[in-house]
Each structure stands twice: as C-alpha cells, then as structure tokens.
C-alpha cells in the first residue's frame, strides 16, 4: 500500500523559503509520477509541480515557475519542493500525491493523481 507522509510546512514571513519533503513508502516509485498540489479552504485544488520517475521530467505551474523548484531522491524514495520568495497568496495545505505512471506528469496536476498524503500547512504572514 502506498503511503505518501508530507513534512516541512510552517510559519514563514513574505520572501522567505520553505522546503516541502514527501516521504514514499509501501511503494519503489520508479515509473512514478508525484505531484505537489496545494488547497485552500473554500476554493478547488490546485497543482503546483510534478516530477516523473520514469524520464526525471519536470512540471511547475504558471503561478510558482521561478520560485519552486522539484527534485527527487531515489535513494530516500522522497521528493521535495523547495519553496522560494513566497508570498501570503501561497498560504495552504500542500498536498503530495502520486500515480504509478509516470506519464502522469504534467496532466495529473490537472486530473488527480491515485495516491494522496495527508497535507502539510504553510503559512506565510508577517
């Protein structure tokens, strides 16, 4: 069973920097896609970045291109966003998600993915 754990979320101030970690396990995520989305109460899902196992591709959504980065850790089975320069409107819950294919990435930003974590809050005021 996949079971995807998000870490990292916090109280940051305007331009600061936060790293996002999603934790994999049950699962070897070659082939994987995973995608990190962000939700605010009151208004739909949306997907920020993805990463593809299978071919390394990258995805960042128009609103954070320049300022979030995705990578990944084969070996820690983990992928991380590294948040920079953020701004109140980036407050959220910042979901990980993941499909087991990996061809997933970019249009499961848009679609879904199979696999969901639990959220990490982050928070950015002043």
């Known amino acids: 069973q996949v079971q995807l754990v998000e870490s990292g979320g916090g109280l940051v101030q305007p331009g600061g920097s936060l790293r996002l970690s999603c934790a994999a396990s049950?699962?070897?995520?070659?082939?994987?896609?995973i995608g990190w989305f962000r939700q605010v109460p009151g208004k739909e899902r949306e997907g920020v970045s993805c990463?593809?196992?299978?071919?390394?591709?990258?995805y960042v959504t128009d609103s954070v291109k320049g300022r979030f980065t995705i990578s990944r850790d084969n070996a820690k089975n983990t992928v991380y966003l590294q948040m920079n320069g953020l701004k109140p409107k980036d407050t959220a819950t910042y979901y990980c998600?993941?499909?087991?294919?990996?061809?997933?990435?970019?249009?499961?930003?848009?679609?879904?993915?199979?696999?969901w974590g639990k959220g990490t809050l982050v928070t950015v005021s002043s």
């Open positions: 998600a993941a499909d087991p294919d990996g061809n997933t990435c970019p249009r499961g930003l848009y679609r879904g993915m199979d696999y």
């Open positions: 990463v593809s196992f299978k071919d390394g591709r990258t």
């Open positions: 049950g699962v070897t995520l070659d082939y994987y896609a």
